[in-house]
């Protein structure tokens, strides 16, 4: 019988070529089967949440209307939210759909699935792929984000006067452009950041699902993960995801600082709690194979000790002993050669990590969370400061 019935091969894995909305955008020629036609998806998303907004601002005269605080053109979380983060949303669904289905298929090609667990990895696949596929989460996201939309009516209210509403704070009424801002473009967007967290969702119960099978790991592997190091690689493919979620930190805070006179340092927390929660998403379903990892290495430790326990006091009787054939020279023996990879094995068990990720892949996330931030840094410090303090380095 087929063990994948319904998806042929592990080239079928992917994330998020499937659901609803997938089948729509197929459907509407936004999209091909193989998530191709990117461009157009990206233009059809700004030309329905942003480009009206624009247009309904120039109508009513707050584009770049001087007696507002904020007009819309100045508004840099709303123009960062629909032409930048959106954008990279989008973007990351095409990265993450071709390289996840190459690090799922390293289980497969590393050994580390054997032919008896296969028939249950592809039952874990199965799984995730209809999962992926349900109706019925799809809808439960609609449902929650159009539910919101009172809380985000008030989360995004400004302490001043704005594009998208007459009035200041609670006193604020939208007006047409605040409207579209509030029922259709901030509903978009947050429905396609609630399916990212499905995703990943689904991501994580799925390498769950595959901790729970006996898995080959050997522990003198050279990525020091038992073999599933590959899994780090997974971590790349969110980045376009973080640089999202960075940009849009950026922008809210860029909004707070130049027209409520806040302060960058004043966000601390903010930033924190930004980099934590990249960190646990993208990083934290990996983590599911902690146990795994130390079983082997402490079984490792274990077994390859008792080889080096072994093999050394075989060395010792014949080198220190009288164990030598007559006439072998200790110069040129491999016995030496054999000695020294058995302590770099031993070395590999003892620096094997009980993550299948290093402090660089925990860097990387964090960065790509930092560095959109990283440009109101400026705001702390005038340029002609800057240039001073640069040129008074060098000279």
Avoid at 70 to 84: G, S
Avoid at 170 to 178: K, P, R, Y
Avoid at 225 to 248: D, N, W, Y
Wanted: proline share 4%.
């Amino acid at each position: 019988m087929n063990p994948l019935p319904e998806f042929q091969t592990l080239d079928d894995f992917s994330l998020v070529q499937g659901g609803p909305l997938f089948q729509l955008f197929v459907r509407s020629h936004l999209a091909t089967t193989g998530l191709d036609l990117l461009k157009r998806r990206i233009i059809f998303f700004v030309l329905l949440t942003w480009l009206p907004l624009l247009l309904l601002s120039a109508v009513s005269g707050q584009l770049l209307e001087s007696s507002i605080q904020i007009p819309f053109l100045y508004d840099i979380e709303v123009q960062m939210r629909f032409l930048l983060v959106l954008p990279l949303l989008l973007v990351a669904e095409l990265v993450v759909h071709q390289r996840m289905k190459i690090v799922v298929r390293q289980f497969i090609e590393r050994k580390i699935i054997t032919a008896e667990t296969r028939p249950h990895f592809d039952a874990c696949i199965v799984s995730a792929l209809r999962l992926r596929n349900s109706v019925w989460l799809e809808i439960g996201l609609i449902a929650l984000v159009m539910g919101n939309h009172f809380l985000w009516a008030e989360l995004i209210a400004q302490h001043t006067t704005t594009w998208y509403a007459n009035g200041v704070g609670s006193e604020q009424q939208l007006n047409l452009a605040g409207y579209w801002f509030i029922y259709l473009s901030l509903p978009i967007y947050q429905f396609l950041m609630f399916r990212w967290l499905l995703r990943i969702f689904v991501w994580a119960r799925f390498l769950w699902q595959v901790s729970q099978l006996n898995l080959y790991l050997v522990p003198t592997h050279p990525d020091k993960a038992g073999g599933l190091g590959f899994l780090a690689g997974s971590a790349a493919a969110f980045i376009p995801l973080t640089l999202s979620l960075g940009s849009l930190l950026s922008a809210m805070i860029a909004n707070r600082i130049f027209y409520e006179g806040a302060k960058l340092l004043d966000f601390k927390p903010e930033i924190a709690a930004a980099v934590v929660f990249m960190l646990l998403i993208v990083l934290g379903p990996l983590c599911v194979f902690t146990g795994h990892l130390a079983k082997t290495k402490r079984e490792g430790s274990i077994r390859y000790g008792c080889l080096a326990s072994s093999y050394v006091i075989e060395f010792e009787r014949k080198w220190l002993g009288d164990g030598a054939a007559q006439g072998e020279t200790f110069v040129g023996s491999s016995d030496i050669q054999s000695l020294a990879d058995l302590n770099n094995s031993l070395e590999t068990i003892r620096t094997m990590r009980l993550f299948p990720f290093g402090k660089e892949t925990v860097l990387q996330i964090a960065a790509a969370v930092l560095l959109p931030v990283l440009p109101l840094t400026l705001t702390l410090i005038s340029l002609e400061e800057l240039a001073q303090k640069i040129i008074g380095i060098l000279l």
